[in-house]
């Protein structure tokens, strides 16, 4: 049988919500989608997640959530780290470290789906653990029944993100990348079953530096003088790949990239306002 994941790329702030808000449901139907994993540690004004955005994306559709370096900028959202059984923090962060290394979801169909975060360690903050010897670890604390595990490489570099891909390759179903906001076209599946893509891309404003205010990260840019890196409003969309499984294997059948453009809403501000950014 087969199962279709969905996988959304770092959600921005407001426009991410919004575009998320408008078009989730429709692509879950239009692509069969049976599970849906997102990665939301940009969700609230461009860094971390709160309880409040959290229960949003469970509204919205989402079933399974990975965080990044960013995990902890919103502090009051530990006590969900702690307690939710469908979000993870980074697997490579201290063991001490609020939040859990594996997140299972079970399928309408029966197949459960594991999800893990990784992070990077070049050009990255806070400095982590070996990813790779990280995920050979995460990977015996996965239930043995769980055929379908993805892998959320949260990283800078595209070296780090490809060898991920490589070390996993016949070990878990998908290695996707996030973090840089810029979706590859480098989708594939690799010799042994692995999927894989470098990135997933941003799901938020596209009229923007990577989310943010075009005229704020320039003056930044250009001058060296701090600036508030602001969330954009302008081009919202969604992106992310679809791709299925077999449940039998784990192994990867299809991968395919989507980007959805969302309707540009004349006043950002309004939507989520109690929210922020």
């Not at 990975?66 to 969900?80: F, N």
């Not at 169909?109 to 050979?136: E, F």
Request: hydrophobic share 40%.
């Amino acid at each position: 049988m087969r199962i279709n994941l969905l996988c959304i790329g770092d959600v921005v702030g407001r426009p991410g919500r919004y575009v998320l808000s408008q078009t989730l449901t429709n692509l879950i139907a239009q692509h069969e989608i049976h599970c849906v994993i997102c990665n939301a540690e940009n969700i609230a004004a461009g860094s971390g997640l709160t309880p409040q955005l959290y229960d949003k994306l469970l509204r919205y559709g989402v079933n399974l959530i990975t965080l990044g370096d960013h995990v902890y900028r919103k502090m009051d959202i530990i006590p969900v780290l702690e307690k939710a059984d469908n979000i993870v923090r980074p697997a490579n962060y201290p063991p001490t470290s609020p939040g859990r290394n594996v997140a299972i979801y079970q399928t309408r169909l029966g197949p459960r789906v594991a999800v893990v975060s990784i992070v990077g360690r070049l050009y990255m903050r806070p400095q982590a653990d070996c990813p790779y010897r990280t995920a050979d670890e995460v990977l015996r604390q996965v239930p043995s029944d769980v055929r379908i595990v993805v892998i959320d490489m949260h990283a800078e570099a595209t070296s780090e993100k490809v060898a991920m891909g490589w070390h996993l390759d016949g070990r878990v179903s998908l290695v996707f990348g996030t973090h840089t906001h810029v979706q590859t076209a480098d989708e594939t599946i690799l010799p042994d079953g692995t999927a894989y893509i470098t990135d997933l891309g941003m799901t938020g404003p596209y009229r923007s530096i990577l989310g943010r205010r075009k005229d704020r990260v320039l003056k930044h840019f250009m001058t060296n003088l701090p600036a508030p890196f602001d969330v954009a409003t302008g081009d919202p969309r969604l992106c992310g790949i679809v791709v299925g499984v077999d449940d039998q294997t784990g192994r990867a059948v299809e991968i395919k990239r989507i980007c959805v453009a969302g309707t540009d809403l004349e006043d950002m501000e309004s939507f989520d306002s109690n929210e922020g950014q």
